[in-house]
């Protein structure tokens, strides 16, 4: 596999979409929904965008998009005029909805769990399984987990300041995980109390 897994800061990154069917739709609202200035080429623009910032151009401005833009995404079924953009946008980063495999981003199915994304990438080879192991990630994936990890975002942000060898964080992290009395607090959604017990957990350390 050519293709490796990066997370990126896109807040105020430049996107163009060639296209303004399903596809491009759903890469635009990916990239406004993380802060993007999104435009578009094509031939109309759902509501839904409109309203959150990305605005519509005419495929005659395609040459200057591409100059304009950081990432290109070419969501269009035109052959020809994606595979035209594709040659203008040079070296820039380029989403090829149609032919992942000809551009050099790939924009996988991802979703949110509470403040977790999980991306699935299956290399181009099933779109439809990425779907369903989706759902399947999503029915394993407890509340219990979502508040185990904001309460290990609450103690590592604690010892960070009070033990220095990352070693012993990590060790402090690892019983904090398996202490008996913060699972049952988790289970009774006892957040606060939680927390109050890791603060006294990590001052007996110190």
Known sequence: ?????LYFKTSDLNVFILGTGEVATRRANK???????????GT????????????????????????WSDLVVVASGDREMSDYVSRIAGDKLINRAD?????????????NIGEI????????????M??????????????EDILEIELQDYARSILKKSVKDQKDRKKCLYEIF????IMELIKNNQIDEAKD???NLIRGLE
């Open 178 to 181: 398996e202490d008996e009395k």
């Open 197 to 199: 017990y890791i603060d």
């Open 44 to 67: 109309n623009l759902s509501k839904e965008l409109e309203d959150k910032g990305a605005v519509l151009c005419s495929t005659r401005q395609i040459d200057e998009l591409v100059q």
């Open 99 to 111: 032919f992942p495999n000809n551009g050099n981003i790939i924009v996988p199915t991802s979703f």
């Open 130 to 143: 990425a779907r369903q192991l989706r759902k399947k990630i999503q029915s394993i994936i407890s509340e």
């Open 1 to 5: 596999m050519d293709w490796t897994s």
């Open 117 to 128: 994304e999980i991306s699935i990438f299956t290399n181009g080879k099933s779109p439809l």
């Open 31 to 41: 990239f406004l929904d993380h802060g993007a200035n999104v435009k578009l080429a």
